[in-house]
């Protein structure tokens, strides 16, 4: 599918008629560069779990608790680009502390019914409700009962899934699954009822902004393999997308999610996550936090293949897919061979893969643990850094390590190397910049390009040439100001409230991982 | 008129007749809020003092909210929320040991004047000993620290900003008092044009031989100290109308209630206000150049402003500064406000229901969103002044929003033109104009 193309998905036949997309990446781009989570802040349950409400077009989120509650968290920090304009709450108060909140539950979820007619009405407790021991379930139940609302009613505690980030939103898709698609059905029986759609598959990414981008390719490839896309989600995802889900063989998630294990528990739905975490706890096979480029989404779809016994038709599938790529790849990718790149040390960034497709050489590998050695063992961010190092030999680039060096270090080490770009976020770009060194906007890439399939390095070429010929930047206003030295995209003050809440949050329960699930998403 | 109200009437009372006006009631309990809780309220009144941190003692969700709120819709480079670090496992054995340490990081670190800690629903409910923290930390730190219970089910921002007002004024000493000096009370700094508008006001109170003291709050917490020494305070719009009357009675200081000055009409009796109680001729030369000059400017765009006379109009947005604005449009630039829906009430927000004039139509007093959405797509409106919250409604309606109440978080002011005063007045007319000329329709 060409990629205008696919553009047009993304933004969804029904609204923007693909006007909106000269918009939509500046702007979510502009709000990009926050330093919230997991630096200065964690995004609380409530927001996790409008995530999800917001993102199936017929379902409405009731949030039991005051009114700050569904206000503030119109504000979303998934994303803070796009309030969340309908937040109805049951507007708690001091009496309802005291004496419960059930019966205001009970008739808000009637009102909220009456007034917006969803399908799905989520409920969202709060740190307010949850106290003071409201019995959501029974009043849902005989909220129902009663039959004033004709429409599915889930709720959400955040205790559903244990530690499994992000909470509430875990949560949210947990309490849909567990309360409404196999309310009143039992274990075993389902798959007599379930109308299966053979050979399908599930495709769910995190909704941030249309699933359509990001999977468009992937479900072209898998069609062509002979397997079905029963769902994307979440792309203008419906109450009855929902209960088709368990039509499907497989879920494809991006990493691990509780309720697709809930899913196999109950239906028989197997499930697969782009980013293996168990496998890696059993292999320690660094590739499979590779998922992107020629090689990661050849063995991707072959995995996937394997799992609903396609390999067959997957093997010639993929051969004429990689082929194409490659050839279109060899013609683009003209003038980057053997141009160096400095690149940020992690998981989410451009991987290492991606640049030997594009064939480019890893020259520097900046690793900063600051935010991290808060929430991760010393053995994680020293087993996160191996990999980074192990992966960039493998693909040919022999590149020097830095560990959180202070810029005045990393320029000298980039100009040393004879580096040609670096491979910044946006808001440490023009520190590189000034010094006469062309950056590429590395967190631009993943959240609009990055995906399984064969065109992101045809993409991630193009651009990479751009970012090459861009003209020399010698004077940002950015540099006009004060940063930190090793949180060199922050100011000062905002440096420290990055250190405090380090230290506040040290130890935190649940917070501090070990190497097995380093890559958790927090 | 018509007056749709929430949580002051009873259902049985949701009709009633006031004159010749029609009064409903919110129906319903179901609320998609158009204001925030007790906590964000206290926390706007906060921010504004230079050298305090707020410590936002809560689940990590509200501390996340605020930081957002203020990064967004703020000065960016001085933010000065902390949380403290309230865990899961907290809820069963209390947090006061992790509020105490973030009391202390927080002094370390920024050496404020004043921390104040924010304690919010779950350690409210839980029973954290919140007092007892700050007690003990007054022996260890060299800075001011008081607590504000600010639960979110206590009640909305507006109840919130006045108590930390109110609490402010514990620390106030008496001074001598210099005439025609005065405070500002009910400035928010995190308001769109905030810094712009200061200055303004200033200017024109300088043009009356009139200097500021104190602005609650935008100073520091040894200026607000030295409050008292004013000879009158400025009560803008009746935003934080509790403490000027503690004010009054502790320190004998007089207070008037002012328009927020939007619009000539509103400049001239805020100065007219301010020098009157001071038992000051009001300069009425300055008047008249600002006259002269708003009538120059208003000259090279006299065609648009003639072409969008009586364009109908809503306007969303806190009482301190809604109705000021709403009378501003209606009186001077001759719009329609079919609705005029009031986000977050105050202390004398009741009282300009009885007083309205008729420069609004259509009154919704602290409506749920769903309600207030409804009732402005059946008055045929042309453009929204409101929040970014409104974003959606203009959209879905096809109209121009004007972005001039709390919250904004998709536009920023760094200019020095602001929405008050006699400046503001060609600045507003200027963009409101520029908002319905600038769109692209295909006919």
């Not at chain 1, 890696?280 to 016994?309: C, H, N, V, W």
């Amino acid at each position: 599918m060409m990629y205008e193309q696919e553009q047009k998905m993304e933004i969804g036949s029904k609204k923007g008629n693909g006007k909106n997309v000269g918009f939509l990446r500046p702007l979510i781009s502009a709000y990009s560069t926050l330093p919230l989570h997991g630096i200065t802040a964690i995004p609380g349950k409530i927001s996790g779990a409008l995530m999800v409400a917001n993102s199936i077009e017929d379902a409405v989120p009731l949030i039991h608790g005051p009114i700050g509650c569904a206000f503030q968290r119109k504000i979303n920090p998934f994303r803070p680009y796009l309030p969340f304009y309908e937040t109805p709450c049951t507007d708690m108060n001091d009496l309802e502390v005291i004496y419960g909140g059930e019966d205001k539950l009970s008739l808000g979820i009637k009102e909220t019914y009456e007034k917006y007619h969803p399908n799905l009405i989520v409920v969202i407790t709060t740190c307010a409700s949850d106290l003071i021991g409201d019995d959501f379930k029974s009043v849902i139940e005989e909220t129902k009962a009663k039959g004033d609302v004709d429409c599915d009613i889930v709720y959400a505690t955040g205790d559903f899934v244990g530690k499994t980030k992000p909470v509430g939103y875990q949560d949210a898709l947990y309490a849909i699954v567990d309360q409404m698609l196999c309310n009143g059905i039992g274990i075993g029986q389902e798959k007599e009822e379930i109308d299966k759609n053979e050979n399908s598959v599930n495709l769910i990414t995190f909704p941030i902004h249309g699933a359509g981008l990001k999977v468009a390719e992937m479900a072209s490839v898998l069609s062509e393999m002979g397997i079905k896309i029963n769902k994307i989600c979440f792309n203008h995802t419906t109450v009855k997308d929902l209960y088709e889900l368990p039509k499907a063989d497989l879920t494809i998630t991006d990493y691990p999610m509780a309720w697709a294990r809930l899913m196999k528990e109950r239906f028989g739905v197997d499930h697969y996550e782009i980013l293996a975490f168990d496998r890696y706890k059993e292999t320690r096979d660094p590739e499979l936090f590779s998922p992107y480029g020629i090689e990661g989404s050849t063995r991707i779809f072959m995995e996937i293949a394997q799992q609903l016994g396609k390999e067959g038709e997957a093997e010639e599938v993929i051969a004429r897919r990689k082929e194409n790529a490659i050839e279109r790849l060899s013609k683009v990718k003209k003038g980057l061979e053997d141009k160096k790149v400095a690149c940020m040390g992690g998981i989410h960034g451009i991987g290492m893969s991606m640049l030997s497709d594009v064939g480019m050489k890893a020259s520097v590998i900046i690793y900063k643990t600051q935010a991290l050695e808060s929430r991760l063992t010393s053995d994680a961010i020293n087993e996160m850094l191996d990999i980074n190092v192990g992966l960039a030999r493998k693909y040919g680039s022999d590149p020097e390590v830095l560990v959180n060096p202070t810029i005045e270090e990393e320029i000298k080490a980039i100009k040393k190397t004879g580096t040609d770009l670096v491979l910044s976020m946006g808001a440490s770009a023009h520190k590189y910049n000034k010094e006469g060194i062309r950056t590429f906007d590395s967190m631009r890439f993943t959240l609009h390009h990055q995906r399984i399939g064969f065109g992101t390095p045809i993409e991630l070429a193009i651009l990479l040439k751009e970012a090459l010929k861009k003209p020399q930047r010698r004077n940002p206003l950015l540099s006009m100001l004060e940063y930190d030295s090793y949180r060199n995209n922050l100011i000062p003050e905002w440096a420290v409230l990055a250190d405090m809440f380090a230290t506040i949050r040290e130890g935190a329960t649940g917070d501090m991982v070990m190497s097995e699930n380093v890559y958790t998403t927090t | 008129m018509t007056w749709l109200c929430p949580r002051m009437c009873t259902p049985q009372h949701r009709y009633r007749k006031m004159s010749d006006t029609e009064v409903k009631t919110r129906e319903g309990l179901t609320y998609d809020p158009t204001q925030d809780c007790k906590l964000v309220g206290a926390a706007r009144a906060l921010a504004g003092i230079k050298d305090s941190i707020t410590i936002v003692h809560a689940r990590p969700g509200c501390h996340c909210g605020v930081l957002l709120l203020r990064a967004l819709g703020s000065n960016q480079n001085d933010i000065r929320i902390v949380g403290s670090g309230f865990r899961a496992q907290d809820m069963v054995y209390g947090a006061e040991g992790r509020l105490a340490a973030s009391i202390k990081l927080s002094y370390n670190n920024f050496k404020p004047s004043l921390i104040a800690v924010l304690n919010c629903s779950a350690p409210a409910i839980m029973g954290d000993d919140v007092e007892g923290v700050v007690q003990a930390m007054k022996r260890e730190i060299p800075a001011e620290i008081f607590s504000l219970s600010t639960g979110g089910y206590e009640g909305p921002a507006w109840i919130g900003y006045e108590e930390a007002l109110s609490e402010l004024t514990r620390y106030m000493v008496p001074g001598e008092t210099e005439s025609d000096k005065v405070n500002l009370i009910g400035f928010k700094q995190d308001d769109i044009k905030s810094s712009a508008d200061l200055l303004e006001i200033e200017r024109m109170l300088n043009s009356q031989g009139i200097t500021l003291n104190a602005v609650l709050t935008n100073s520091s917490f040894g200026e607000l100290k030295k409050a008292p020494k004013a000879s009158l305070n400025i009560v803008l719009g009746g935003d934080g109308l509790e403490s000027a009357k503690i004010m009054h009675e502790k320190f004998d200081m007089p207070y008037v209630i002012t328009p927020y000055p939007f619009g000539l009409n509103n400049s001239i009796d805020f100065l007219e206000s301010v020098t009157k109680s001071l038992s000051k001729e009001v300069n009425e030369e300055f008047i008249a150049i600002e006259k002269n000059r708003i009538k120059e400017r208003i000259e090279r765009i006299f065609l648009f402003l003639q072409g969008i006379y009586d364009m109908s109009v809503a306007v969303v947005g806190d009482a301190g500064r809604a109705f000021d604005l709403a009378k501003f449009l209606s009186d001077e630039l001759c719009l329609n406000v079919k609705v005029l829906a009031i986000t977050s009430r105050n202390h004398i927000s009741l009282d300009k229901t009885k007083t309205n004039d008729g420069y609004f139509e259509t009154l919704l007093i602290e409506p749920d969103r769903f309600e207030m959405n409804e009732e402005i797509k059946t008055k045929g409106v042309e453009m929204i002044f409101g929040s970014s919250m409104e974003k959606k409604l203009a959209w879905e309606l096809g109209l121009p929003l004007f972005r001039i109440f709390y919250p904004v978080i998709d536009e920023v002011s760094i200019s020095d033109a602001p929405y008050a005063g006699f400046t503001g007045t060609t600045h507003l007319t200027e963009k409101i104009i520029n908002s319905v000329i600038n769109n692209y329709i295909e006919v």
